[in-house]
């Protein structure tokens, strides 16, 4: 079995939140539009942890998600049978709604995530999480 690995997701709540999430039991995570952002989710696996964080409203990780199937071609993409492979879906499942909420001036603040790519790179919707990183962040939506 491979290592797990960790990632953050955003999302826009007003267009899938957490709360949406966790109604459907296991959603799609589509309409990515970066490169490397999809080059991300090529990159999951099944079981890999994934936070969901809430950008535009919110700006907070509220949530733990666990990638329920790997990538495939994203029904959303226009024209996805002509390029099929260009942007990808993952599935993702509700795991545990975090304790507290970490919110980005949070995480801005913590010197063990000075490298973190979402803070490096805002844009980036997907990102890859070191463990030290995951750690972090999932230690302080625990303190309180």
């Not at 490096?120 to 962040?137: G, K, N």
Request: charged share 30%; hydrophobic share 40%; aromatic share 8%.
């Amino acid at each position: 079995m491979s290592k797990i690995r960790y990632w953050l997701m955003k999302s826009e709540p007003d267009a899938y939140s957490w709360d949406d999430l966790v109604a459907e039991g296991e959603g799609r995570w589509d309409g990515v539009r970066n490169a490397q952002a999809a080059n991300f989710m090529r990159e999951m696996s099944v079981g890999d942890r994934v936070l969901f964080y809430h950008s535009i409203t919110g700006k907070e990780a509220v949530g733990i998600m666990e990638v329920s199937k790997p990538a495939y071609p994203d029904p959303t993409a226009e024209q996805p049978d002509k390029w099929p492979d260009k942007w990808v879906a993952v599935s993702v499942r509700p795991v545990t709604k975090l304790k507290r909420p970490v919110t980005l001036a949070q995480m801005k603040a913590d010197d063990r995530l000075s490298e973190m790519k979402m803070l490096r790179q805002s844009r980036l919707s997907v990102c890859p999480l070191t463990t030290r990183e995951w750690q972090a962040v999932t230690a302080m939506a625990e303190q309180g």
